[in-house]
T-cell receptor
Framework: EAGVAQSPRYKIIEKRQSVAFWCNPI?????LYWYQQILGQGPKLLIQ????????DSQLPKDRFSAERLKGVDSTLKIQPAKLEDSAVYLC?????????????FGEGSWLTVV | DQQVKQNSPSLSVQEGRISILNCDYT??????FLWYKKYPAEGPTFLIS?????DKNEDGRFTVFLNKSAKHLSLHIVPSQPGDSAVYFC?????????????????FGQGTILTVHP
């Protein structure tokens, strides 16, 4: 079974530029998550989708971050304009559904450095 | 507000001995707990989980213990192997939407770096 796919793996941009990350979840997984992991910290949820609807985006900085999941499969996360503090690993994850008890599976992450 | 805490940033253990990683939580709505392992330059991989209706779950060398009254869980690795060296994250989720905790959303601790010496 293919895992969660993410691209690009690495990105270096200057502050105030924009960047977009793509994610393809495990086939059949209805729930998709974007997490941000800053070095030395645990992953923090940015946004959670159930199919193509947003379940939780309470910690998404909406003035600069946006995400969409058209057709309930692939998802993109965009940052515009980027700030230095956005340097982090952006992890996409998926699970069968939102029910507690379903394991969440992570992709390898997209590493962003803002200079 | 750190709802899941791993108070030990690092742990060093000799090969063959037991590794014990600890995790504390504050949100009483959490009912499902997981441990993830993360190698450098990779995403977290699922290791083992436990539901709040249990107090122990075992899978090979890995055992997770849950003490609900103390809001504490621990991961035991016996025997420890050099390949176990990684960052270990504790995570928790809640069944119902309460106090800002989303249904199914995982809240992670800060991680513990485990080093197993040959």
């Amino acid at each position: 079974e293919a895992g969660v796919a993410q691209s690009p793996r690495y990105k270096i941009i200057e502050k105030r530029q924009s960047v977009a990350f793509w994610c393809n979840p495990i086939s059949g997984h209805a729930t998709l998550y974007w997490y941000q992991q800053i070095l030395g910290q645990g992953p923090k949820l940015l946004i959670q989708f159930q199919n193509n609807g947003v379940v939780d985006d309470s910690q998404l900085p909406k003035d600069r971050f946006s995400a969409e999941r058209l057709k309930g499969v692939d998802s993109t996360l965009k940052i515009q304009p980027a700030k230095l503090e956005d340097s982090a690993v952006y992890l996409c994850a998926s699970s069968l559904s939102v029910n507690s008890g379903n394991t969440i599976y992570f992709g390898e992450g997209s590493w962003l450095t803002v200079v | 507000d750190q709802q899941v805490k791993q108070n030990s940033p690092s742990l060093s253990v000799q090969e063959g001995r037991i590794s014990i990683l600890n995790c504390d939580y504050t949100n009483s709505m959490f009912d499902y707990f997981l441990w993830y392992k993360k190698y450098p330059a990779e995403g977290p991989t699922f290791l083992i989980s436990i539901s709040s209706i249990k107090d122990k779950n075992e899978d090979g060398r890995f055992t997770v213990f849950l003490n609900k009254s103390a809001k504490h869980l621990s991961l035991h690795i016996v025997p420890s192997q050099p390949g176990d060296s990684a960052v270990y994250f504790c995570a928790a989720s809640a069944r119902r939407y309460a106090g800002g905790t989303s249904y199914g959303k995982l809240t992670f601790g800060q991680g513990t770096i485990l080093t197993v010496h040959p």
